[in-house]
């Protein structure tokens, strides 16, 4: 359990990375939710067994339903 949970916030620290990047490179505050949502599809993609959805939601504060629709369209 302790192994799973490590492994999820290894994956929330690369996720939040790649998003504190996009910033610097975009000059704004914030990426569109979109490049978020495709961070975390990216992680999810990567590591299926060990990427939260909902917790990497939590951490980009964006929501786990407008991340699922992302991904129905």
Do not use: H
């Amino acid at each position: 359990m302790l192994e799973k949970r490590a492994n999820e916030l290894l994956i929330e620290k690369e996720v939040l990375r790649k998003v504190s990047r996009a910033s610097r490179m975009d000059r704004k505050n914030r990426p569109q939710n979109a490049v978020l949502y495709q961070f975390i599809r990216e992680a999810v993609e990567a590591c299926p067994e060990y990427a939260n959805v909902k917790r990497l939601c939590e951490a980009l504060n964006i929501s786990a339903s407008g991340y699922y629709a992302y991904c129905k369209s």
